[in-house]
């Protein structure tokens, strides 16, 4: 039982103290910018990061434009379908309007804004950030014509992919695809509702009006998103190959429906985040990747952060479930996770998950640890530390000064000493896969560039591309530190928006040090708000058994083994069934018997596990000598 009065005290002054210590070192690193050394000039990097956003801008360009060489582009999507789409963003380096990863980019920009909005007017950059977000925010009240109707996407990646234009040339696809009743999509829905409710909170004190509608747009979708449950992907199959949605829907709709308590106080909201969490996987799933498709620990940051407001009203318990599973994501980058899930790292130290936009993972994961360290810090008395499975806890300090030592490598303090922000430091990427800023301006030379031309005598070009993309991340480096800045290393060089969505955030914290967004003045806390209980070790139904090797052979020198394993579901007689349970299983080299290899996040057991039941798989690994068992872990489920 944890003790009031001095040793509380003591222990949450000395929380503070680690995070005071991060900021002030912070401070002295700002003082410099640069592209390669440790000192970065985190304001100068704050303001180009959210200037990117106007370089993707579709639509009427404004009088304050400030990415001249762009101009209005996409003025006639959604004629065809009898509806006005003219406006928003497109997603990365192409000229197709995604509406999972916009709805998602735009969710991040207010979250940054909420959480840091403070910081981001002492630079000078709050108008811009507000500027960017309600560009966004126009768009979705377009795209939502009616309250069971959503406009999903304009234009299509084939199409797109095969033409390498100016956006203001378009001559590509510019088809409208929709969600409706009959072809539902809870999680671009799901997503779509956060996005709007988030930027509603942006806008409630400067233009409430506006802020009204938004929240009015956003309630409507989520029941849309409720009661017509489905994938959007089955419903807009032109969707599928380009922003597939691999984790499903409950995540979107755990998320939209905790952005709807923090915009509404309405207990309605909070009581579905509770209700639905072992059924849509709030409980269950424990990742390390937060991106476009799965939301999981930002549903489960937004959960502790209500627990630590004193928020949770009768539902402090399933908040604490949510609240565990935050800590795995934490620990997970911290490299304490235990259990194989930890993020991998670069030589350079830079988290790793995968060849293709990496950094997106890192900038999202580095808002995720800085909001969470913050609101554990405001919380104090004791409550200042994640608790990990492999290593000691962990205070929010180290989680401040993760999130700071990624977006020093992304800015330039990393083995190749290249800033991965274009336009940011003396080296920074010059040939970045995006059509507009790799040909001409429209405004220097209006001749027409066709697809075939575009690719003909710009895609190839040698030389750096003419539009300077100013604040852009690129997809970044390889897993061993390594970066081709060449226009067609499109896994490397591309950018995308919701790259530099979350970063604005960490960015704008990093400048001005400490918390204080927007929605701090919205925050009640009691006056005898009572030191939560720690949170224990978390009593998962599901259990991993590893069983002894069942064969061993030996192949061009090396010896292989077959494991086996069981998964159980301990849940009491009567209890809920597992559902959709994915396991991850380190560097397999063979066959897995037993599990379906999922599109994304490990394997999937092909059958539900029923209170009390069990089911086998089994794996290979090889080595020199007589390999142990891989690791193998729970990565997510759902219990219904």
């Known amino acids: 039982m944890a003790r009031r009065g001095g040793a509380a005290a003591s222990s949450s002054m000395a929380n503070l103290l680690g995070v005071a210590l991060v900021l002030a070192s912070t401070a002295q690193t700002s003082a410099r910018g640069g592209g390669g050394g440790g000192r970065h000039d985190y304001r100068m990097a704050l303001s180009k990061s959210i200037l990117y956003f106007e370089a993707q801008r579709s639509g009427v360009l404004p009088g304050n434009q400030r990415i001249a060489w762009r101009a209005n582009s996409g003025l006639a999507d959604g004629k065809a379908n009898g509806v006005d789409l003219v406006g928003g963003y497109y997603d990365a380096g192409d000229n197709v309007k995604f509406g999972f990863p916009m709805a998602f980019t735009v969710t991040m920009m207010a979250w940054s804004v909420l959480e840091y909005g403070k910081q981001m007017a002492a630079a000078g950059e709050l108008g811009h950030a507000m500027d960017a977000v309600r560009w966004g925010a126009d768009y979705f009240v377009k795209a939502h014509p009616a309250p069971n109707v959503l406009y999903g996407e304009v234009g299509d990646g084939d199409s797109d992919h095969v033409c390498w234009q100016r956006p203001e040339d378009m001559t590509t696809s510019r088809q409208a695809y929709r969600l409706d009743p009959q072809h539902p999509g809870s999680d671009l829905a799901g997503e779509t509702v956060a996005a709007l409710a988030a930027a509603s909170l942006v806008f409630r004190s400067s233009n409430p009006g506006y802020a009204n509608q938004l929240l009015q747009h956003s309630k409507q979708l989520f029941d849309f998103a409720d009661k017509y449950r489905g994938k ?35 207990r309605r909201y909070l009581d579905y985040l509770a209700n639905n969490g072992d059924a849509l996987g709030g409980t269950g799933w424990a990742t390390n990747e937060f991106g476009w498709d799965v939301k999981y620990p930002g549903v489960q940051v937004l959960a502790a952060k209500f627990l630590l407001q004193g928020k949770a009203g009768p539902h402090a318990a399933v908040l604490r479930r949510y609240q565990r599973n935050a800590d795995v994501f934490a620990c997970s980058c911290l490299g304490k996770g235990g259990g194989g899930g930890n993020v991998g790292r670069t030589p350079g130290g830079l988290m790793y998950h995968q060849g293709w936009n990496n950094l997106q993972f890192v900038t999202g994961a580095s808002f995720l640890l800085a909001v969470y360290a913050d609101h554990l810090a405001a919380a104090g008395r004791g409550q200042a530390v994640v608790r990990c499975q492999a290593g000691p806890a962990a205070r929010a300090s180290e989680l401040v000064a993760l999130a700071k030592s990624q977006v020093d490598y992304i800015l330039g303090s990393n083995p190749r000493g290249i800033s991965y922000m274009v336009g940011y430091g003396a080296r920074y990427p010059r040939r970045a896969h995006h059509r507009g800023a790799s040909i001409v301006s429209i405004r220097a030379n209006p001749s027409f560039v066709s697809c075939k031309d575009g690719y003909a005598s710009w895609f190839g070009r040698a030389g750096s591309n003419p539009n300077l993309l100013d604040g852009a991340v690129v997809g970044g480096p390889d897993g061993r530190d390594g970066f081709a800045d060449e226009r067609n290393n499109y896994q490397q060089t591309e950018v995308a928006t919701y790259n530099n969505a979350p970063l604005m955030g960490v960015l704008a914290r990093l400048a001005g040090g400490g918390r204080g967004g927007l929605a701090e003045a919205a925050i009640k806390r009691p006056d005898n708000q009572t030191l939560l209980p720690p949170l224990a070790a978390a009593a998962s139904p599901v259990e991993i058994t590893q069983l002894n090797a069942t064969a061993s052979w030996k192949k061009d020198g090396r010896t292989y083994r077959r494991y086996a394993a069981t998964v159980s579901n301990r849940s009491p007689a009567g209890g ?19 599990l379906e290899k999922a599109a994304r996040y490990g394997y999937v057991l092909p059958s539900s596990l029923a209170a009390g039941e069990s089911a086998a798989f089994a794996y290979v690994v090889r080595g020199r000598a007589a390999p142990p068992p891989a690791d193998v872990w729970v990565i997510g489920y759902k219990l219904v």
Request: glycine residues 12%; charged residues 20%.
């Open 232 to 266: 959007y992907d089955d419903s807009m199959p032109v969707a599928k190959k380009f922003y597939g949605s691999f984790s499903g829907y409950g995540d979107e709709l755990l998320w939209a429906s905790a952005w709807l308590y923090q915009a509404t106080d309405n």
């Open 576 to 594: 809920k069934t597992v559902e959709e349970l994915h396991i991850g299983i380190g560097k397999p080299h063979g066959p897995v018997w037993g």
